[in-house]
């Protein structure tokens, strides 16, 4: 497969996403000034929005796509994306905790083409910083004076735990040789799954819909955030380095069992035995090594199940919706966001 | 001073933390068990209930004095502990959250007797299963049946936010020779007040209690939060080995700046900069030398100074609580609560 053209809906998921960062970012800003002045430093440098002395930058904060799904959620459910504000902060913050926690314990040193937190100022200011934007996402919540707060709080609270959940087993799965598909799968359900499933479930549960409405939802998120990481894993490995801010076959390079090698792993026959062959070889791989493997794992045919894995998780996520109640304007943006995760920059 | 008798009234407020202790145990077991099979582990060896394998142990959980405190206020407001009883379990969390980070932070090897989890799993574990343990707090309060319960979630993720703060001053003033005596007080105040003020707090507002009545307990728990850290900075350097399970001058040994060695830096006279000279030896203290040390800390005036301020911070929490209208028996065991806070082990 070559990297395709981007769809033309893709032009207005991108103006959706921005639209939704614009509406969160205010609160968002808001949150990390009742930081201490450190903390309030790293974690506004995180985010993109000044350089390590704490000077204005114009940094990537990400695609925000977890608040934008918070919204598009509300939207469809109460007309307005305005309810979801509380939640789309939420979800942002709680994701930037995972992602600076994550860095330090993956000892990752870039993110979105800058260092990471841990790289920058120790591991004590990672612990910490991450704690402190977990604890701001409860206080927003907390504060927001909706009637729904409390039972956002809750879905948060056990979706986060899910995510914890799914960087436990990341971290043991390191140890391990004989990662199977289905707990490879169970991982990313937890580590990429469970917070965009609440991302949509929040915006259902703070624009006041049914609960089996905010149950579809969530399950929709949670479908997406499977096709997202499918993608993520394509591209750790055949992504651009200009686009994904990693060195080309970044996964390959750091012997990260993703998805797609896995399934080559457990069903690649002959080249997927040759696969583990080479993931056993303790010399640091060339160039050509990691050519040689990234092309292994294609014969086996792990890439292309990881394409057709992402359509039929996208294709889950909109049937998650049906019956849902979705307006057909809003039900074609959401379905227009899961094509959108499941094609970006491949 | 020698080591003083415990008085009268330690006994039953011994029997009050035991008793507090058992009514939280369940739920909080609860609260463990969710969790994935290898965090679930790790939380249950942390919290002394059995050893790296699993296996039932009798370690020590700790006092259990947060717990303790929230039960004791909601007997205080409602006539029973009842409805403390998730409060304690949430405040339990946070604290047990704190420790594992704190440890890895500060790289401490022993607590409670035992290797600390971060020494015997390694980082990624140790951030993961504080980050666990915040997760269950909040979970435990969102789903108790309360109509208090989001008032109690955002009064403990405020503290929290507060016990960050407390972790990220200290860390930071490792890096700095010129810490005073206020900055010194004010990271105390986060880290053990704020944690303390809000046990207090939750067993008020869980039990129903009117705002002024909420704050009046919030400012008890935490200037007896303020007097057990006074009390905790005395044992670190005089206490005996056996109690504290640590080395003898343990503190001195790891040149913390604690209260009382501030207070003896900043207005300690002669003795006190003997005491700032000393703290500038790179050289690896011997027996001698820390012995010497904690002699120049009780002639500057230290000693004294802690001992007084911890009185003083015990007399400030009973006045916190006149005019809170706490019958006559509860508040006594209040008072015999702050007291023994700060009389324990010395």
Redesign the interface.
């Known amino acids: 497969m070559t990297a395709v053209e981007p769809m033309p809906s893709a032009t207005k998921v991108v103006d959706l996403l921005a639209r939704g960062r614009e509406l969160v970012e205010p609160s968002l800003r808001q949150a990390i000034s009742?930081?201490?002045e450190?903390?309030r430093l790293v974690a506004s440098y995180h985010l993109g929005w000044c350089d390590v002395h704490g000077r204005p930058a114009s940094g990537s904060s990400g695609k925000a796509i977890r608040p934008g799904l918070t919204l598009l959620v509300a939207e469809a459910v109460a007309g307005t994306p305005d309810p979801g504000v509380p939640g789309g902060v939420a979800v942002e913050l709680v994701h930037n905790f995972s992602l600076i926690?994550d860095d330090?314990?993956d000892r990752d040193t870039q993110r979105r083409h800058r260092r990471t937190v841990w790289a920058i100022w120790g591991?004590?200011?990672a612990?910490?910083v991450?704690?402190?934007l977990?604890?701001?996402a409860?206080?927003v919540l907390?504060?927001c004076e909706s009637p729904y707060?409390?039972q956002a709080?809750?879905a948060?609270?056990?979706a986060?735990?899910e995510l914890?959940?799914g960087?436990?087993?990341d971290?043991?799965f390191e140890q391990r040789s004989d990662v199977s598909l289905a707990e490879c799968v169970d991982m990313a359900v937890g580590k990429t799954g469970a917070l965009l499933g609440a991302s949509a479930q929040l915006g259902a549960i703070l624009a006041g819909a049914d609960p089996a409405t905010c149950e579809a939802f969530r399950r929709y998120g949670r479908e997406l955030g499977l096709a997202f990481q499918l993608v993520d894993d394509l591209l750790g490995i055949w992504g651009a380095p200009e686009k994904t801010g990693k060195p080309v076959f970044a996964d390959l390079l750091a012997h990260k069992k993703t998805l797609p090698v896995v399934w080559s792993l457990e069903y690649g026959g002959s080249p997927g035995q040759e696969l583990a062959a080479w993931f056993t070889d303790p010399e640091a791989p060339t160039a050509d090594d990691l050519q040689y493997a990234a092309v292994l794992v294609e014969r086996a045919g792990g890439r292309e199940w990881a394409m057709a894995e992402a359509e039929e998780r996208v294709r889950r996520a909109g049937k998650a919706l049906d019956g849902a109640g979705v307006q057909s304007a809003n039900r074609e943006q959401l379905d227009q966001l899961a094509q959108f995760v499941a094609e970006r920059q491949l």
Do not use: N
Request: charged share 25%; net charge negative.
């Open positions: 009742r930081l201490d450190h903390t926690h330090l314990m591991d004590a200011t612990v910490l991450g704690d402190a977990a604890c701001l409860d206080e907390g504060e707060a409390p709080g809750h948060l609270a056990v986060t735990r914890i959940r960087q436990v087993l971290v043991a």
